[in-house]
T-cell receptor, first 112, second 113 residues
Framework: QKEVEQNSGPLSVPEGAIASLNCTYS??????FFWYRQYSGKSPELIMF????GDKEDGRFTAQLNKASQYVSLLIRDSQPSDSATYLC????????????FGRGTSLIVHP | SAVISQKPSRDICQRGTSLTIQCQVD?????MFWYRQQPGQSLTLIAT?????????ESGFVIDKFPISRPNLTFSTLTVSNMSPEDSSIYLC??????????FGSGTQLSVL
């Protein structure tokens, strides 16, 4: 059974701070890693995609992948109240399927 | 990025009826996925839909209840059959676009009375 674990939160950070979201996964064969932002009542929006060990930066977002330790994290710099949402981690394995497995999501609250 | 148009965006249905949800992709997608998301929960995979073959269902989901159509590489439908209040949920379609990025449709919020 492939598992993706996230702390459900809520994670509360002040505006302007760095928010750090973590995700661990069980399948060592996982190759693609996604972070989604989901506002209440909306569909998930892809914000980061990473497949190589190390860091990947896009604007205020940085994804960090460590395959040896089987975790992937998302850092949000200069957090804004508009970043308040649920962040979903997803992991996919190749080999013809690429069926993604989702974590339960972490609720982030950025307070002014 | 791939754009997936999903409709209806929401519906309120009576017990015992069926609803068909449609997803149209602006590019060819080999695999499409149908998810259900119940309030406060994460995404649960219902089935994987490939063009030209029957959908592959996850444990707990059956074709009679959730028939799926995938007539071509840009379109898919999911039908929720013989609905009960327990089927009230958000239903989402998704697929891989360019560079293996997974994108979602806008979702269908279903309420069954």
């Amino acid at each position: 059974q492939k598992e993706v674990e996230q702390n459900s939160g809520p994670l509360s950070v002040p505006e302007g701070a760095i928010a750090s979201l973590n995700c661990t996964y069980s399948d060592r064969g996982s190759q693609s890693f996604f972070w989604y932002r989901q506002y209440s009542g909306k569909s998930p929006e892809l914000i980061m995609f990473i497949y190589s060990n190390g860091d990947k930066e896009d604007g205020r977002f940085t994804a960090q992948l460590n395959k040896a330790s089987q975790y992937v994290s998302l850092l949000i710099r200069d957090s804004q109240p508009s970043d308040s949402a649920t962040y979903l981690c997803a992991v996919a394995t190749s080999g013809g399927s690429y069926i993604p497995t989702f974590g339960r999501g972490t609720s982030l609250i950025v307070h002014p | 990025s791939a754009v997936i148009s999903q409709k209806p965006s929401r519906d309120i249905c009576q017990r015992g009826t069926s609803l068909t949800i449609q997803c149209q992709v602006d590019s060819q997608v080999t695999m499409m996925f149908w998810y259900r998301q119940q309030p406060g929960q994460s995404l649960t995979l219902i089935a994987t839909a490939n063009q030209g073959s029957e959908a592959t269902y996850e444990s707990g989901f059956v074709i009679d209840k959730f028939p799926i159509s995938r007539p071509n590489l840009t379109f898919s439908t999911l039908t929720v059959s013989n609905m009960s209040p327990e089927d009230s949920s958000i239903y989402l379609c998704s697929g891989y676009g360019a560079n293996e990025k997974l994108f979602f449709g806008s979702g269908t919020q279903l309420s069954v009375l």
